[in-house]
């Protein structure tokens, strides 16, 4: 029986090795197979990427608080911050058929997280930090495409 | 993360195993950058042990990429992606952006 399972990691680049053996040992004992372990894996290292990088402007003194948990066949993550917060809706889709010249690989993070996670959410609370969950649902059987794509 | 540079003929070739993420993406680029400079611009990046890559490493192939193929210097190919991988270039975009190759011999023998 998967147990809720936190833990707050120092906002800083250096976190994100052990925020995904953290997350990614969770997800293999949830169940989900390898592929979405791989994709929560992604999901998570974008997400805190950008939390270091954007709401705490990089300077590695603010914290990243995250939760897991099982419930109702999902696994879901949350991320907790207080740094600055952010419109997602802001931040434009990077165009993945534009040829190389186009390309700045910017924009990929939210990316990645739209399209590998089966739904996620986004909180603001100028007391309660910033908040992002994100549910990976558990399915056995052979890697399938993620739900949520907005 | 970590490196390694092997120089051949016609290319060179990048051994990379562990994780590339924002921590040890600049690492990566500082590699390519080195051989970029000594204009080395025919590359193998083998990606064979790596773990995982974030948009920061698929944002340093980008900028390789460019980088070699500006005034047809020469490219960047990819040998031995691990299938997860594969999985998230797709998604991004990236499979139109790179030649792909199954072992690294034959990304050699492509230049």
Redesign the interface.
């Known amino acids: 029986m998967f147990k809720s399972e936190q833990r707050v990691f120092p906002a800083r ?2 976190s ?2 052990a925020i ?1 053996h953290f997350v990614a040992d969770a997800a293999r004992r949830a169940g989900l197979d ?2 979405a372990v ?1 994709q929560v ?2 999901a998570v ?2 997400a805190c ?1 950008n939390i ?2 954007h709401a705490y402007g990089g300077v590695g003194d603010g914290v990243i608080e995250c939760v897991l948990d099982v419930a109702d066949g999902e696994f879901t993550i949350t991320l907790r911050d207080y740094g600055k917060p952010f419109d997602p809706q802001s931040v434009p889709e ?5 040829t ?2 186009d ?4 924009g ?2 939210l ?2 997280i739209r ?2 996670m089966d739904d996620f959410q986004f909180e603001f609370d100028a007391k309660q930090g910033n908040l992002l969950m994100m549910i990976k649902r558990i399915e056995r059987g052979d ?1 399938r495409e993620p739900q949520a794509s907005r | 993360m970590d490196l390694s540079t092997k120089e051949y003929k016609r290319c060179a070739v990048v051994e990379v195993s562990g ?1 590339i ?3 040890t993406a600049p690492e990566l680029a500082e590699a390519f950058n080195e051989l970029t400079s000594e204009g080395q611009y025919n590359l193998v990046l083998d990606m064979d042990d790596v773990e ?1 890559i ?3 490493g ?2 340093v192939l ?2 390789v ?2 980088t070699c ?1 500006r005034l047809n210097r020469g490219k960047l190919v990819l040998a031995e992606v691990p299938e ?1 991988i594969c ?2 270039f797709d ?3 990236f499979v ?2 790179f030649d792909f190759y199954d072992e690294q011999i034959d990304a050699v023998g492509s230049f």
């Open positions: 680049f250096e994100l090795s995904d390898p592929c791989y894996q992604l290292d974008e990427s270091i990088e990077p165009d993945v058929e534009a190389l010249e390309r700045t690989g910017g990929l993070g990316y990645f399209h590998l890697c | 994780r993420d924002s921590a995982f974030s948009s920061a698929l944002r980008i900028d990429q460019k193929q997860q999985e998230a998604l991004a975009g139109a952006l």
